[in-house]
């Protein structure tokens, strides 16, 4: 049984415009100990995909709908209310871009992470306090005591990063869910924290969903990767061969567009255009306004994932085998 | 937040200076006095002797320091319009009415305003939503003299139920509370309603949810606390504000409180009381405001322990 399975996901959001369809049909699955990168530029339908999978978006605006949403066999669109929170924090965790605004102000470090044991497991105080201490140690906290009895604005954002991953993996979760967890860090830290949450998957062998749009990123730490654009996974296939063969014309322009690839030049090479307007999304391939070998086709045809092999699937009418 | 405590207290004494000296040249700007012919007509020499017997011949200054001695040792002087009496005495005796229906009106309205606003924000664009906002609107766009004025026509003209005004009963305290409690019950559903959704639409709380607390944990141990930090600056200033009467609210309900003072007092240059009242009112306000920075200090780490 798989770890993640979502199918056919969409999520749209009611706005004073009309409907925002943030994702379009989505399906991934992710088994037990994988790693998978969600990459694409803001707005894709990345976070907002695992944020539906962890019923976490408002319920009076957003409508999430899906032939299945399963998290470690647990139907996620049934469940009920008092039920998702025993599965959030203890099978999925996730942890965020902006570890600043990631604590609540007012508790000190200690609380915060106390109470997330308590959440889950029928422990005394002090023995939760016990495991924070031992999983701040973990994370290779620099002097975790003080830590512990520090209010969130007296600790610098890899710290508090340190602590959110912590925090999300103190009940020892099956998989974690890093939405963006380094992009509010400066660049020494991000390494750091990248090259922590890499080494904390291999050694608990929990599955990891990364969603970034830094392709350097996804490129350190996991396996597997989907392209998204528009609310809409565009490729789908391993770290390696998106970088040794991408397909996907919109993969291709995201490659080219990592700087520092050719030696001299110096402008950066970036993609034409705007993504699409998902108050109105195209009835075509979510990407054809931008797309150098778009035809009359694309724009009236929604491409479906083909498949190229055993680990690689595209959406796009323009590539054939 | 000793040093914090020390500043808030030199500024609040640098305030009362200065809102002393500003009410007693304005209070003397004013055309005429106390003691005009058209009020007591008597021979100049007899003037001139009351003038001196209140020590009004003296410069101005010299009656502002004097006043202000008076007031370092709890003399606010004796009232022009009840000389029998020292305005100390007044105050006391007027006070009582106007505390009693002033503090019971916040002290109902308040917790009723929270809960509706807290009810407002938890079920977004619902029907307790809409309730809350209309009645917020209402509480602060109709004046309170119109809500006593309907209450009065409701209440006692119609149904009979309660008296329509005086003192006397504990009766006839009812409307006036409720006319009072409007203002605290309005502003308050509003600031909850406003600080509850600005807090749930913070990441923390996202992140808190992620985590698997329950969401009553969500709401009432992280949320709830921090809305509170901007709502308990708006609390004790309204507490003093309608403790220290409502000249239209007493007017209309003819409660014997305070308010009728305040005009009283400016109109027959009754300026031992004016003062007095000003001086209180000022002093009340100052060490509510004092209050509530150290309420909001407390509640507030980045504040109490200070830092980036």
């Not at chain 2, 406003?194 to 607390?213: E, H, I, Q």
């Amino acid at each position: 049984m798989p770890l993640v399975e979502i199918e056919n996901l969409s999520v749209s959001f009611s706005s004073p415009d009309g409907q925002v369809q943030a994702v379009r049909d989505v399906s991934l699955t992710l088994e037990h100990g994988q790693s998978l990168g969600i990459v694409g530029e803001s707005g894709s339908g990345k976070s907002v995909s695992l944020m539906a999978l962890l019923r976490l978006l408002p319920t009076q605006s957003a409508t999430v709908r899906a032939t299945k949403l399963r998290l470690d066999g647990v139907d996620m669109l049934t469940c009920p209310k008092n039920e998702l929170a025993g599965v959030r924090g203890k099978v999925a965790s996730l942890i965020f871009q902006d570890p600043m605004a990631s604590f609540d102000p007012l508790f000190k470090i200690a609380d915060q992470l106390t109470e997330t044991v308590l959440a889950h497991f029928d422990v005394s105080k002090s023995e939760a306090e016990q495991r924070v201490l031992s999983m701040l140690n973990r994370v290779e906290m620099p002097d975790p005591n003080r830590v512990m009895s520090s209010y969130p604005h007296q600790l610098s954002g890899g710290m508090l990063q340190r602590a959110m991953i912590a925090m999300a993996l103190i009940c020892e979760p099956k998989i974690l869910i890093a939405d963006e967890p380094t992009t509010a860090l400066d660049v020494t830290v991000q390494a750091q924290i990248l090259q922590l949450i890499g080494d904390l998957q291999q050694e608990t062998g929990m599955g990891l969903i990364m969603i970034t749009h830094d392709l350097g990123v996804v490129a350190e730490t996991v396996n597997d990767i989907v392209v998204m654009y528009g609310g809409k996974v565009m490729e789908q296939t391993t770290v390696f061969d998106l970088f040794e063969a991408p397909r996907h014309p919109y993969a291709q322009a995201l490659l080219a567009s990592i700087p520092g690839q050719v030696a001299g030049k110096r402008k950066l090479r970036e993609i034409p255009g705007q993504a699409p307007n998902p108050l109105a999304p195209p009835a075509g391939c979510p990407f054809h306004f931008r797309c150098e070998k778009a035809d009359a086709k694309c724009v009236e045809q929604m491409p479906v994932l083909q498949r190229f092999g055993p680990n690689h699937a595209t959406a796009c009418l323009k590539v054939m085998s | 937040m000793i040093g914090y405590i020390v500043r808030r207290l030199l500024s609040i004494s640098v305030t009362f200076v200065v809102v002393s000296i500003l009410v007693f040249v304005m209070m003397h700007a004013i055309p005429g006095g106390p003691f005009d012919a058209t009020e007591m007509p008597v021979s100049e020499a007899v003037r001139a002797k009351i003038m001196a017997q209140y020590g009004l011949d003296q410069p101005l200054y010299m009656q502002y320091l004097k006043y202000m001695w008076g007031v370092l040792h709890f003399d606010f002087g004796v009232p022009f319009q009840s000389p029998g009496e020292t305005v100390i005495e007044l105050l006391s005796r007027a006070w009582i009415p106007s505390l009693v229906l002033g503090g019971a009106g916040v002290l109902i309205g308040a917790p009723l305003g929270i809960i509706l606003g807290l009810c407002a924000a938890l079920n977004r664009n619902s029907w307790i939503d809409y309730l809350a906002s209309a009645l917020a609107t209402l509480g602060l766009t109709i004046p309170v003299f119109v809500i006593s004025m309907l209450l009065i026509l409701v209440f006692a003209v119609w149904l009979g139920w309660l008296p329509a005004s005086g003192w006397g009963s504990p009766e006839s305290w009812i409307l006036p509370i409720i006319a009072y409690a409007a203002i605290p019950l309005a502003t308050y559903a509003r600031y909850t309603r406003s600080a509850m959704l600005d807090t749930l639409n913070k990441p923390f709380v996202t992140v808190l949810r992620a985590k698997g607390l329950s969401e009553r944990d969500v709401i009432f141990k992280h949320v709830l606390r921090n809305s509170a930090i901007p709502m308990v600056t708006v609390f004790l200033p309204m507490f003093i504000g309608t403790a220290t009467g409502s000249i239209f609210v007493e007017a209309m309900f003819r409660v014997p409180g305070l308010g009728a003072y305040f005009v009283s007092s400016i109109e027959s240059r009754d300026y031992p009381l004016e003062m007095a009242l000003v001086l209180i009112i000022t002093l009340m306000f100052c060490v509510a405001y004092f209050l509530a920075d150290i309420a909001y200090a407390l509640l507030n780490p980045r504040i109490r322990l200070g830092g980036k």
